[in-house]
């Protein structure tokens, strides 16, 4: 096994008496889609905001390409290649797809402190910008104000803003949430296509897309790993049946 | 769009201040130059403030502060006749600098109300300092001896010189902005106002970014100051009062946020309205509360945002 890219050690957090995340513990291989199942209120969003930066876990360690992260804010996260989007659309509404994209590219351009030349003009964000539309299948739609974008386009460009910072990692939380089936399966295909080359790391409720997509599974209930393997692993496990699908045993 | 409704009501704007000077001359009516200048360095004031309030999201409640020690730094100098402006100006605008870079370091490591709240204190506290400096006048305030002295290159005793100074520097300040807000620099601080946890999760420290444009709107306000300081011939704490900050923000959004022309154009109708309105009664402001109430509920984007109901273009032109 190649060592992996993120380890995940003992994590812990609590919010007031509610345990949302407990003893957890995480290994991601390079290369690989791993998915991250569990039900409801199974700290799913709770891990991906501490292994991002913007919650600080109470104890445990986040090993990243051997580094320990665990105290790093966020934005130095993103620039040792964490990327992350979120489960409700977070964009900047007043600008446009392009602009929305251009911000995470320049982000992961020198420092920003430089007053005079217009972003309109400089090719240097808006040719990786346009790739990364592109790339989620908003090339054609550059100039639209992110406001006015459909839902399932609001999450095309969320990855696409994750994607322009070239991140090692990527994590994504409920990319699908709320999308068609048209949609869903449109994701779905952007993620193969990144697949082999790009470590993600991926929350997800549609069975379906998960199956079609990791190369592993962790299951998660209660904040800690209840269970964690392939995708044949996973269906044959008898704990994962009786904690975590009950009515839902049925997609299995 | 180089003929956008902002740009012509830009221009008609400044066209009609360019003829305020003959148009004094003409009439003459001298108090129409006074109340151009006064104009044009609230114009200032506003436009600084609207670059952290409007495109930056931080609402400063002491932003009138800075005006007023530009002010200060020139009646202090020109009292111990130190009167050259290559001196006065350039260092009224690093104290402002100095100053700003310590308020807003403070004040921005809090958010929304507390931010508002905490540039206020600061604000104040300011402002009693001036009251209790007895030796520039405290609460009356220090007149100024002479204005700067810029060798031959301009005298600014002379009233319409003065004017125009006034003009070229609000037209200056007006171009730096837009250089500003269209740049690398200018989009992260759009960005912080949008959605500061994208802007984490995509890799910006937005602190450093937000403290920077703090220090710039400090310094163009203090700008303000410093001409305000040449035009009255007067100085007194009343200029950094937090009803001037208070002023400053209702000017940027009777104009409307967000757009560069918008706080100009409050800056104008504000002082026309005090003008016009006080000359009818002494409780103008009873007139005024009520009209602010109106164009705050029916007109969002002020009167920029009245007048130019056009929606973003698909070229993502706001």
């Given at each position: 096994m190649?060592?992996?890219?993120?380890?995940?050690?003992?994590?812990?957090?609590?919010?007031?008496?509610?345990?949302?995340?407990?003893?957890?513990?995480?290994?991601?291989?390079?290369?690989?889609?791993?998915a991250v199942i569990g039900p409801n209120g199974a700290g799913k969003t709770t891990m991906i905001a501490q292994l991002s930066g913007a919650l600080k876990p109470d104890s445990g360690k986040i090993l990243f390409d051997g580094q320990d992260i665990t105290s790093l804010s966020s934005p130095a996260r993103s620039h040792l290649g964490i990327a992350r989007t979120f489960q409700i659309t977070s964009i900047f509404h007043e600008f446009t797809a392009l602009e929305n994209v251009a911000l995470a590219v320049q982000a992961h351009d020198s420092h920003s402190f430089r007053f005079w030349r217009p972003v309109k003009k400089d090719e240097k964000l808006r040719t990786p910008a346009q790739a990364a539309l592109d790339l989620v299948g908003l090339g054609g739609r550059p100039n639209v104000l992110a406001s006015t974008l459909s839902h399932g386009e609001h999450r095309q460009l969320e990855i696409a803003m994750a994607l322009a910072t070239k991140p090692k990692l990527l994590l994504l939380d409920e990319p699908m949430a709320g999308m068609g089936a048209e949609e869903t399966l449109r994701i779905v295909e952007i993620l193969k296509s990144l697949k082999g080359e790009q470590t993600i790391l991926l929350i997800e409720h549609d069975m379906d897309a998960v199956f079609a997509l990791a190369d592993e599974i962790t299951v998660l209930v209660y904040g800690s790993v209840i269970a964690s393997g392939t995708e044949d692993e996973i269906r044959g496990n008898q704990a994962v049946k009786l904690a975590y699908l009950g009515d839902e045993g049925a997609a299995f | 769009?180089?003929?956008?409704?902002?740009?012509?009501?830009?221009?008609?704007?400044?066209?009609?201040?360019a003829v305020v000077p003959a148009i004094a001359a003409v009439t003459e009516i001298p108090f129409y130059l006074d109340l151009?200048?006064?104009?044009?360095?609230?114009?200032?004031?506003?436009l600084s403030l609207n670059l952290i309030m409007g495109y930056g999201g931080m609402i400063s409640f002491g932003h009138a502060v800075y005006i007023g020690i530009g002010a200060y730094v020139v009646g202090i100098c020109a009292e111990h006749e130190l009167v050259s402006g290559f001196i006065q100006w350039p260092l009224a605008l690093l104290v402002c600098a100095v100053v700003a870079f310590i308020f807003g370091a403070i004040s921005l490591r809090t958010r929304g109300v507390y931010f508002i709240m905490i540039t206020l204190a600061l604000?104040?506290?300011?402002?009693?300092?001036?009251?209790?400096?007895?030796?520039?006048?405290?609460?009356?305030?220090?007149?100024?001896?002479?204005?700067?002295?810029?060798?031959?290159?301009?005298?600014?005793?002379?009233?319409?010189?003065?004017y125009y100074l006034i003009f070229v520097l609000l037209l200056f300040c007006l171009w730096i902005s837009r250089r500003l807000i269209h740049s690398r620099f200018g989009m992260v601080i759009q960005g912080a106002r949008s959605n500061e946890e994208r802007m984490g999760a995509i890799g910006f420290p937005t602190f450093r970014y937000k403290l920077t444009a703090f220090v710039i709107a400090g310094v163009m306000a203090g700008l303000a100051g410093v001409l305000l300081a040449n035009h009255t011939d007067f100085v007194n704490p009343d200029m950094m009062h937090w009803t001037r900050s208070g002023d400053l923000i209702i000017m940027v959004l009777l104009g409307g946020m967000g757009n560069l022309i918008g706080p100009i154009l409050g800056a104008l109708v504000f002082i026309l309205l005090e003008?016009?309105?006080?000359?009818?009664?002494?409780?103008?402001?009873?007139?005024?509360?009520?009209?602010?109430?109106?164009v705050v509920l029916f007109a969002r984007g002020g009167f920029l945002g009245f007048l130019d109901k056009k929606k973003p273009t698909e070229d993502g032109d706001a």
């Amino acid at each position: 096994m190649p060592k992996p890219l993120l380890e995940v050690r003992n994590l812990c957090k609590n919010f007031g008496g509610v345990t949302a995340t407990d003893n957890l513990d995480l290994s991601l291989q390079p290369g690989f889609i791993h998915a991250v199942i569990g039900p409801n209120g199974a700290g799913k969003t709770t891990m991906i905001a501490q292994l991002s930066g913007a919650l600080k876990p109470d104890s445990g360690k986040i090993l990243f390409d051997g580094q320990d992260i665990t105290s790093l804010s966020s934005p130095a996260r993103s620039h040792l290649g964490i990327a992350r989007t979120f489960q409700i659309t977070s964009i900047f509404h007043e600008f446009t797809a392009l602009e929305n994209v251009a911000l995470a590219v320049q982000a992961h351009d020198s420092h920003s402190f430089r007053f005079w030349r217009p972003v309109k003009k400089d090719e240097k964000l808006r040719t990786p910008a346009q790739a990364a539309l592109d790339l989620v299948g908003l090339g054609g739609r550059p100039n639209v104000l992110a406001s006015t974008l459909s839902h399932g386009e609001h999450r095309q460009l969320e990855i696409a803003m994750a994607l322009a910072t070239k991140p090692k990692l990527l994590l994504l939380d409920e990319p699908m949430a709320g999308m068609g089936a048209e949609e869903t399966l449109r994701i779905v295909e952007i993620l193969k296509s990144l697949k082999g080359e790009q470590t993600i790391l991926l929350i997800e409720h549609d069975m379906d897309a998960v199956f079609a997509l990791a190369d592993e599974i962790t299951v998660l209930v209660y904040g800690s790993v209840i269970a964690s393997g392939t995708e044949d692993e996973i269906r044959g496990n008898q704990a994962v049946k009786l904690a975590y699908l009950g009515d839902e045993g049925a997609a299995f | 769009m180089w003929l956008s409704r902002e740009n012509i009501i830009g221009l008609a704007i400044f066209a009609l201040l360019a003829v305020v000077p003959a148009i004094a001359a003409v009439t003459e009516i001298p108090f129409y130059l006074d109340l151009g200048r006064r104009m044009m360095i609230l114009a200032i004031g506003a436009l600084s403030l609207n670059l952290i309030m409007g495109y930056g999201g931080m609402i400063s409640f002491g932003h009138a502060v800075y005006i007023g020690i530009g002010a200060y730094v020139v009646g202090i100098c020109a009292e111990h006749e130190l009167v050259s402006g290559f001196i006065q100006w350039p260092l009224a605008l690093l104290v402002c600098a100095v100053v700003a870079f310590i308020f807003g370091a403070i004040s921005l490591r809090t958010r929304g109300v507390y931010f508002i709240m905490i540039t206020l204190a600061l604000a104040q506290m300011t402002y009693f300092l001036g009251v209790s400096l007895d030796r520039y006048g405290g609460d009356d305030g220090l007149p100024l001896a002479e204005p700067s002295a810029f060798a031959d290159l301009i005298d600014l005793s002379e009233k319409t010189s003065l004017y125009y100074l006034i003009f070229v520097l609000l037209l200056f300040c007006l171009w730096i902005s837009r250089r500003l807000i269209h740049s690398r620099f200018g989009m992260v601080i759009q960005g912080a106002r949008s959605n500061e946890e994208r802007m984490g999760a995509i890799g910006f420290p937005t602190f450093r970014y937000k403290l920077t444009a703090f220090v710039i709107a400090g310094v163009m306000a203090g700008l303000a100051g410093v001409l305000l300081a040449n035009h009255t011939d007067f100085v007194n704490p009343d200029m950094m009062h937090w009803t001037r900050s208070g002023d400053l923000i209702i000017m940027v959004l009777l104009g409307g946020m967000g757009n560069l022309i918008g706080p100009i154009l409050g800056a104008l109708v504000f002082i026309l309205l005090e003008e016009f309105l006080s000359g009818i009664t002494e409780y103008w402001q009873l007139i005024f509360g009520p009209f602010l109430i109106l164009v705050v509920l029916f007109a969002r984007g002020g009167f920029l945002g009245f007048l130019d109901k056009k929606k973003p273009t698909e070229d993502g032109d706001a």
